[in-house]
């Protein structure tokens, strides 16, 4: 089989569906298959993949032993037939081509990483604070240190896969940029696919967005700890005393609907670094 689509779903009944018939309406004419693992689920999620009918088939995998989309994902990776992986997520919408434009980037000894667009799936406030337009090229990872492919919008070879050891299940966050970093230290190249077009769905609600973009900095400060002797440094120490007054005297914001997600994820991102730095034991805030 030429391509294996990994998926893990938690809770997603409300937008599993949408995905599953997008992918149904690919134009990709190779041989590939959908697998959805379903990371302990407590709503009707694998009752709608069941009931969703794609043309190529498509596998319901529990892995409910441990949480987060790295497990899920290497469950998936396991059980995949592909000589490639493709990984999207269960809330995203993907293209026509979306298939067809990150094979036609395929190479065994490469990542390939399409384009993630929020247009369609946000709305105007969340796309002003999150970014509303779709990214051209590879964006950076944490830290800017290298480029880093996402795992809702990626393809690697099944073997290269294995031979990086997968996803750190131990992530709760950033095991795609782990696994982008780990490719690039053993020379291996993160390639872009434009044609691949995945349609991208932020958080949509203020508190959910919140706590999403504290995980990221929480873990923001293991990459710091994990990869500091390839380049990561701290934030100089004024500049993170400079930005806690712009939060303190930028309360007023709060005020105007049209900027308070600014203040918020602002406020998120460097509450999670002081979480981080007592997580691991690393101070970087």
């Not at 067809?100 to 990483?113: N, S």
């Not at 105007?256 to 509450?271: K, N």
Request: charged fraction near 25%; aromatic fraction near 10%.
């Amino acid at each position: 089989m030429d391509v294996s689509v990994v998926i893990p779903m938690y809770n997603a009944a409300a937008t599993i569906r949408e995905q599953l018939e997008a992918l149904a309406k690919q134009d990709f004419q190779g041989s590939w298959e959908v697998l959805v693992v379903d990371n302990g689920s407590v709503d009707d999620g694998p009752k709608v993949v069941r009931s969703t009918t794609l043309s190529v088939p498509c596998t319901v995998l529990l892995a409910p032993e441990r949480q987060g989309p790295p497990y899920a994902r290497n469950v998936g990776a396991r059980h995949a037939r592909g000589q490639y992986l493709a990984f999207a997520d269960a809330d995203d919408v993907a293209t026509p081509g979306w298939l067809r434009g990150l094979m036609e980037c395929a190479v065994p000894d490469a990542i390939c990483m399409g384009v993630l667009d929020p247009t369609l799936l946000n709305s105007k406030e969340i796309q002003k604070a999150r970014g509303a337009r779709p990214n051209i090229g590879t964006p950076r990872g944490p830290l800017d240190l290298m480029l880093s492919a996402w795992g809702s919008n990626m393809l690697i070879s099944h073997d290269l896969f294995n031979e990086l050891g997968g996803f750190d299940p131990d992530l709760l966050c950033g095991d795609d940029a782990d696994l982008s970093y780990r490719a690039q230290l053993v020379g291996k190249e993160i390639r872009f696919a434009p044609d691949a077009v995945m349609n991208y769905r932020y958080r949509d609600n203020l508190r959910s967005l919140y706590l999403q973009v504290r995980e990221w900095a929480t873990w923001d400060v293991w990459f710091f700890k994990r990869y500091r002797e390839y380049g990561t440094r701290r934030r100089p120490l004024t500049k993170a005393l400079l930005g806690w007054w712009w939060q303190v005297s930028r309360i007023p914001l709060l005020l105007f609907p049209g900027r308070r997600v600014d203040w918020w994820i602002a406020l998120a991102q460097r509450v999670g670094n002081i979480r981080g730095s007592i997580r691991f034991h690393t101070l970087y805030i």
